[in-house]
């Protein structure tokens, strides 16, 4: 292995760590909780007027723009809110109003009795955290004095509509007592009540919004790890094996850990990137990656890596590019690295649309935060877990792999057929159920009967029968009627899957109309989409089991079909602050949604029925 190619890898290391270290030595300070970074009260000055008091912490700052009032009760005027310092805030990009110290606001009121005042809040720490708007209620008496009710204090959902463009992670903390200003009767905070069980986002938005590196790097590394044996990302080991297999059988241990280090780079800078672009918008990019165009494309790609292991020709980079980096480094393999490292940025692609809760986490923390070193490291941190067997296919190849000959021969043809496979299935959203299960069948009676003319040869025998089988199981599914590529006798067997059924939601009022009118009965509302692999494994794995559809009986069952990804889709999925499907959110019997209940990316029945348990 060559000293440049060294000296190329150990580059890209240290820009990543001294990325991550910049982020780190920002990030290691403690921020104090919202409650007690911004301490609000409430009184009344005199019969006519409500006064809303905030003592802000040292090093922290109020937005004057982002203050909104309300009350239940009575009627508010036009608030009196003093003039700020102005400055320019980079987390909105413009000049703004801002209060240090405190700030007190006068109100004119209009009723008789008592009311509940609720008011919005939005602050930063000056070291670059931000938060999700506050919002604080008291209850007070129009006439004088405090109603002496509590003083609740809660963040905003993620994308409410409070929430903005410059938003912030939000900072879980229990309500909090206030010290009283001078003149201010402030509210006691009400009793706790019994916090739930934490769930896994939570859990992760929770290391996200603490800050510290030391704790954010190892965390996702260890669930970029616990994703790394999904769907979404297996198929990036025959890429990668295929790469190796492609080097031949005289390829060292240390050769295939740089290719595999450099595929896995290649894939998880810019599976970083995707996910800083995704959060700083706003949007997920699941529906842009998983278009026809976008799915046939890649297809292709794999397609022309499956002829090239089958011997019908040589796939390489462009000869002019492959001798310009050549002769940048002085070595050949140079050239051969780049082109693998391309092929892991392709590769992120596949990753991109799958979302699953860490991933969720992450981008919810950027849009809300704009901070993208910490939200970037975490999804870097991520996506070197889920590299981690790449890394292993890597090392183990160099042993494993064998010499040249008959059997490397073999080898490649069973890595095409995978590429093979893996074209059919990225395409497969596409495609009718028919066509699915005939192109199954064609591939694996194509490649059950290539083993089987080996004659004499009994492994060779035996595996053409292991892939000719299922191929004539398709075939005969398609005769007798079978629609199902993973159940292709379901019809001879009469046996059906009896599926949840749900009722469709398209927009966000039609939603707001059934939750308004559950006859008191709970909610699921499942976000689906036909490119979304995750949903379909939910849809054919975990709803059909007997115990979800009992756990489930008494409750309405809605279901958004984010497929079109148009403008009403977009608009349910901002609602509850989601990137993409699948997302299953759970409401109560009054069509109010549990809190810390989300169930994002695919959970077996067993995982899931511990996630219903809320709704009880």
């Known amino acids: 292995m060559s000293n440049s190619a060294f000296r190329w890898l150990a580059g890209v290391f240290l820009l990543l760590a001294g990325l991550m270290l910049a982020a780190g030595a920002r990030a290691d300070d403690d921020f104090l909780d919202p409650q007690v970074a911004f301490k609000f009260s409430a009184h009344m000055d005199g019969p006519k007027t409500a006064v809303v008091s905030y003592v802000i912490a040292d090093g922290y700052y109020m937005y004057r723009e982002r203050f909104s009032f309300k009350a239940q009760g009575a009627t508010l005027g036009a608030p009196q809110i003093p003039a700020g310092k102005v400055h320019f805030d980079e987390n909105f990009g413009k000049d703004v109003e801002t209060y240090h110290q405190g700030v007190t606001i006068r109100i004119p009121v209009e009723g008789n009795g008592p009311f509940t005042l609720t008011v919005t809040g939005q602050g930063c720490a000056d070291k670059g ?209 780049a082109g693998v490292f391309a092929m892991g940025a392709i590769s992120a692609l596949i990753v991109g649309p799958c979302v699953a809760a860490p991933l969720a986490g992450a981008l919810v923390y950027i849009s809300q935060t704009r901070d993208v070193l910490i939200g970037g490291a975490a999804l870097f941190s991520m996506a070197i877990g889920m590299s981690i067997p790449l ?61 089987l003319r080996r004659k004499g040869n009994w492994a060779s025998i035996a595996a053409g029968l292991v892939f000719a089988v299922p191929g004539a199981m398709q075939v005969v ?33 039609q939603l707001d109309t059934i939750l308004a009118s559950t006859g008191g009965k709970t909610v699921m509302l499942d976000f689906y989409a036909d490119w979304c692999v995750s949903c379909k494994e939910m849809e054919r794995l975990t709803f059909p089991d007997g115990r979800v559809k009992e756990k489930l009986a008494n409750t309405i069952l809605l279901q958004a079909d984010v497929t079109a990804n148009d403008e009403a889709d977009k608009a349910l999925l901002k609602r509850f602050g989601l990137f993409g499907p699948p997302g299953i959110i759970l409401f109560d019997h009054n069509g109010k949604e549990i809190a810390d209940s989300r169930v994002i990316g695919y959970q077996d029945a067993n995982k899931f029925l511990r996630s219903l348990q809320k709704l009880n």
């Not at 159940?487 to 009722?503: I, K, M, N, W, Y």
Request: charged letters at 10%.
């Open 477 to 509: 599914g398609v005769a007798s009627g079978g629609r199902d590529a993973l159940d292709p006798l379901a019809e001879l067997r009469g046996s059906h899957v009896q599926r949840l059924v749900f009722q469709r939601v398209k927009s966000v009022d």
């Open 391 to 451: 890394i292993l296919v890597g090392v183990s190849a160099g042993s494993l792999l064998p010499r040249a000959g008959m059997w490397m021969e073999s080898v490649k043809i069973f890595f095409g057929v995978l590429m093979l496979a893996m074209a059919l299935w990225m395409v497969t959203p596409l495609l009718p159920a028919v066509v699915q299960m005939l192109l199954w069948a064609a591939l694996l009676l194509g490649y059950g009967s290539w083993l």
């Open 129 to 337: 955290l931000c938060y999700p708007p506050q919002e604080a209620s008291a209850q007070l008496v129009d006439g004088g004095g405090s109603g002496g009710a509590a003083l609740q204090t809660t963040p905003t959902a993620p994308g409410s509509a409070n929430d903005s463009a410059g938003g912030a992670a939000p900072v879980s903390a229990a309500p909090q007592a206030s010290t009283p200003a001078p003149s201010a009767a402030l509210a006691q905070p009400a009793a706790p009540a019994a916090a739930p069980a934490q769930s896994e986002l939570s859990g992760i938005s929770s290391i996200l919004q603490g800050g510290r590196m030391l704790a954010i790097i190892p965390a996702f590394i260890l669930l970029g790890l616990g994703l790394a044996f999904t769907p979404c990302v297996l198929p990036m080991v025959p890429i990668l094996s295929s790469i190796i297999v492609g080097e031949g059988g005289q390829m060292r241990k240390a050769r295939g850990f740089v290719l595999s280090l450099s595929y896995s780079l290649g894939m998880a800078i810019v599976y970083t990137l995707l996910g800083v672009a995704a959060g700083l918008v706003g949007e997920g990019l699941s529906a842009a990656l998983q278009n026809p165009w976008v799915l046939g494309g890649f297809a292709l790609l794999m397609v022309a890596m499956a002829m090239s292991m089958f011997g019908f020709y040589e796939l390489q980079m462009p000869a002019a590019l492959q001798t310009r980096l050549a002769g940048a480094s002085g070595r050949q393999k140079s050239g051969k690295l």
